[in-house]
């Protein structure tokens, strides 16, 4: 699934890099993080914007108001294993069917929680090890990973 806002910030981001000659500079390395910030929000969004479709699914308005919120409580975190768990509140099917598409897919769970993992290296002082093209390359096939949320929520 692709995202209009990171993917409007890739574009954003890649355009400055061509014509300042930034590419390679301390200004990359500072736009590659925002967009890692971007990305994670972005993704942590459209996780709860499926959550919350699903709940909908039931037609019953005080159970959707319950998961939307308490949504917050139980999905702090958005690397693989976290969703996993995430998706197990709906049934351990629901669980299993995601993570056997990333054990499937063992190279989109990886780029997915690569970009997560040095989202949380820039905001919480650790070091940063991506360039920008690694990013754009990693999200790319990261967001697959939502394809594969949305699939296992169905149902």
């Known amino acids: 699934m692709k995202i209009a806002r990171i993917d409007e ?3 954003t981001c890649e355009e400055h890099l061509r014509t300042s000659g930034a590419s390679g500079t301390e200004i990359e390395a500072f736009l590659t993080r925002y967009l890692t910030i ?5 993704f942590e969004e459209h996780i709860e914007e499926l959550v919350n479709s699903r709940a909908a ?3 019953d308005v005080a159970l959707a108001s319950f998961v939307r919120s308490s949504l917050h409580q139980v999905f702090r975190s958005v690397k693989t294993g976290e969703i996993a768990g995430l998706l197990g509140r709906f049934g351990e099917d ?3 069917r995601f993570q056997d598409e990333m054990s ?3 190279r989109v769970a990886t780029f997915y929680n690569n970009i997560v993992e040095n989202r949380h290296q820039t905001t919480h002082g650790g070091g940063f090890n991506l360039t920008f093209r ?3 390359d990693f999200y790319s ?5 939502l ?3 949305a699939r296992a929520l169905q149902g």
């Not at 971007?38 to 972005?42: H, K, Q, T």
């Not at 096939?141 to 990973?145: G, K, S, T, Y």
Request: aromatic content about 0%; charged content about 25%; overall charge negative.
């Open 9 to 11: 910030g890739i574009k």
């Open 38 to 42: 971007v990305m994670c929000a972005s």
């Open 57 to 59: 699914e039931s037609q």
């Open 94 to 96: 629901h669980k299993t």
């Open 104 to 106: 499937n897919n063992e």
């Open 134 to 136: 690694e990013l754009v």
């Open 141 to 145: 096939e990261a967001q697959l990973v």
């Open 147 to 149: 394809d594969a949320v």
